[in-house]
């Protein structure tokens, strides 16, 4: 339903004009500082999906504007609206959280872009994202990535006449130490 969450918004920060004297880092993904959602719609609802646990690496060179990223996400760590839709998407029509535990994105950002591969369902297939770098007085604070799949690519083909087929992934990844914010809708 909604549970492509894409990981991958973590690289935006790689592309930010940052002063040539900016080191090359090397983030830690928690929970704590990346927000992985994903929004789908059913019939008259939107269904955001919130994943509770997650862990990568995102490695960036704000000088050179390089980046690359990582991240494991945990499917049933994935929020719901209410039980009823939480076991829906864990069934084997969707995210079949029995046989298929962890999701994973790798990607690399190239210009406004996350190229990447998400595996999910045993399968993997191109995924890419648009990153929006967050600025604050003129600072990176925090990188926002958001990209569009077709949930049939990965054989998440349950409930097809009330459930739509394309699922959109949004990250925002905090790089203050502070909980990420997502941007205003």
């Not at 994903?38 to 390089?66: K, R, V």
């Not at 990188?143 to 459930?163: A, F, Q, S």
Request: net charge neutral; proline share 7%.
């Amino acid at each position: 339903m909604r549970r492509i969450l894409l990981g991958a918004s973590l690289l935006a920060p790689l592309m930010m004009p940052l002063p040539a004297s900016a080191a090359p880092m090397v983030l830690q993904l928690t929970p704590g500082n990346m927000l992985a959602q994903t929004h789908s719609h059913a019939i008259i609802l939107n269904i955001t999906g919130t994943f509770q646990q997650l862990s990568g690496t995102l490695n960036f060179d704000p000088a050179a504007g390089t980046c690359n990223i990582d991240v494991t996400f945990v499917v049933k760590s994935l929020t719901a609206p209410n039980s009823l839709i939480y076991s829906q998407v864990m069934s084997q029509g969707f995210l079949d959280a029995a046989d298929y535990p962890t999701q994973h994105y790798v990607g690399t950002c190239q210009g406004n872009q996350l190229i990447g591969h998400l595996t999910m369902r045993g399968q993997t297939h191109p995924f890419n994202m648009t990153i929006t770098n967050e600025m604050t007085n003129g600072q990176l604070t925090g990188i926002h990535t958001e990209g569009v799949l077709n949930r049939y690519d990965w054989g998440i083909n349950g409930m097809t006449m009330t459930v739509g087929k394309m699922i959109r992934a949004t990250n925002d990844i905090s790089l203050t130490g502070q909980p990420p914010v997502p941007p205003a809708s």
